[in-house]
Nanobody, 126 residues
Framework: QVQLVESGGRLVQAGGSLRLSCAAS????????MGWFRQAPGKEREFVAA????????KYADSVQGRFTISGDNAKKTLYLQMNSLKPEDTAAYYCAASPIHYTTTYYSARMFAYWGQGTQVTVSS
């Protein structure tokens, strides 16, 4: 099993920045792909960004491309999401996810990830 704990969410003004963290524990050696998803009230959970832990390749949703950066620190077993130029439409609960599968696809969905954190709330005020 893998446990994931997110942190870093808070209220921020539009145009501001935040860095989310996701600490992984347990059978972390089994993880090959990690990602961030978000879910706003009344909406489905949507893909934000993903990273391959073996090759370091990344993929972003069009809505965050150029503003968000996903990265990982293998020594600390922590995943990050640096969010810049935040917009009110970025308001959502953000979830960290992990999978033992090494994906080579450019399309990611929630069903592709076996492990999930509890989420951290990001609220962007206008």
């Amino acid at each position: 099993q893998v446990q994931l704990v997110e942190s870093g969410g808070r209220l921020v003004q539009a145009g501001g920045s935040l860095r989310l963290s996701c600490a992984a524990s347990g059978r972390t050696f089994s993880i090959n792909t990690m990602g961030w998803f978000r879910q706003a009230p009344g909406k489905e959970r949507e893909f934000v960004a993903a990273i391959s832990l073996s090759g370091g390749s990344t993929k972003y949703a069009d809505s965050v491309q150029g503003r968000f950066t996903i990265s990982g620190d293998n020594a600390k077993k922590t995943l990050y999401l640096q969010m810049n130029s935040l917009k009110p439409e970025d308001t959502a609960a953000y979830y960290c996810a992990a999978s033992p599968i090494h994906y080579t696809t450019t399309y990611y969905s929630a069903r592709m990830f076996a492990y999930w954190g509890q989420g951290t709330q990001v609220t962007v005020s206008s």
